[in-house]
């Protein structure tokens, strides 16, 4: 339908200032619109797949599963094991969170903070010694979890049951 126009290959770090700008400014959409005009001229720019992955977890309290999905497939793109394991996590823990209302009860919202804990460890392991982001990312999962009733009475029923006994003899 339309002919895309394109950015001069000078103005990519004054267009990546501006999506991030964008972003904090709770206008996702923007972002990504200047991520995938960044991504046509460098396919593999590091910085525009991270911040149009961030855009597009941006708006999963309101997007379908389809936005986890493009979230995914722009993380198979990232080179370094580090970003990969740490944008995983991010992932898992903002669709856990999107996820979230204290009005119903769901087990997603706490396997799913669980499961970015667990990512979270992978890429403190993969991380630079001075780069304790993933440190703060988990920190901040269990604290969600700690801070919300419902949530914490999951933890503490799956606790119950993994130590329940069965009162059968082993073999």
Known sequence: MF?????????????????????????????????????????????????????????FHHASAEAVGRSRALLVRLKDPYDRAYYEGIICERWAKAQYNPQRANPFVYNGLH????????AQALSPA?????????????????????????????SSEASFKDDLPTR
């Open 3 to 59: 002919q895309f126009k394109r950015i001069a290959s000078e103005s990519v770090p004054r267009a990546l200032a501006k999506a991030e700008r964008y972003r904090l400014l709770n206008e996702p959409e923007e972002a990504e619109s200047i991520c995938e005009d960044i991504l046509v001229l460098e396919p593999e720019h590091q910085q525009a797949l991270i911040t149009l992955l961030l855009a597009v977890t941006d708006t």
């Open 115 to 122: 499961e970015a804990m667990r990512i979270y460890e992978k």
């Open 130 to 158: 001075e780069n304790d982001d993933a440190v703060l990312r988990w920190n901040a999962c269990a604290r969600f979890i700690e801070n919300k009733a419902e949530l914490k009475a999951e933890v503490d029923s799956l």
